[in-house]
């Protein structure tokens, strides 16, 4: 029922900034959060950022201070700005789409490459 399409991601160099979007259609009133996941080549997806649906968001430790997570109801639209970005944020990010505590649905993912 609910579809996620990231878009945003490029290739920038180390200390500069991205937005990275994920449009959720029909809508997101039966999500209870959504949440960005990274994964780089040869390692476990990780979780980076996540909004309830109530608003409270959560960063992972490495990237606190450096991205923030938020969205546009009217647009049905979550953000991700990332600065500061490193090398270490390579990876191909993801959206999902939790319901209850199961992340449910996923979009295709967009890369993010960070060259130092």
């Known amino acids: 029922q609910v579809q996620l399409v990231e878009s945003g991601g490029g290739l920038v160099q180390a200390g500069g900034s991205l937005r990275l979007s994920c449009a959720v259609s029909?809508?997101?009133?039966?999500?209870?959060?959504i949440g960005w996941y990274r994964q780089a080549p040869g390692k476990q997806r990780a979780a980076v950022a996540g909004?309830?649906?109530?608003?409270?968001?959560n960063y992972a430790d490495s990237v606190k201070g450096r991205f923030t997570i938020s969205r546009d109801n009217a647009k049905n639209t979550v953000y991700l700005q990332m600065n500061s970005l490193r090398p270490e944020d390579t990876a191909v990010y993801y959206c999902a789409g939790r319901v209850g505590i199961q992340n449910k649905y996923w979009g295709q993912g967009t890369q993010v490459t960070v060259s130092s």
């Open positions: 909004v309830s649906k109530d608003g409270y968001t």
């Open positions: 029909p809508s997101s009133f039966s999500l209870d959060g």
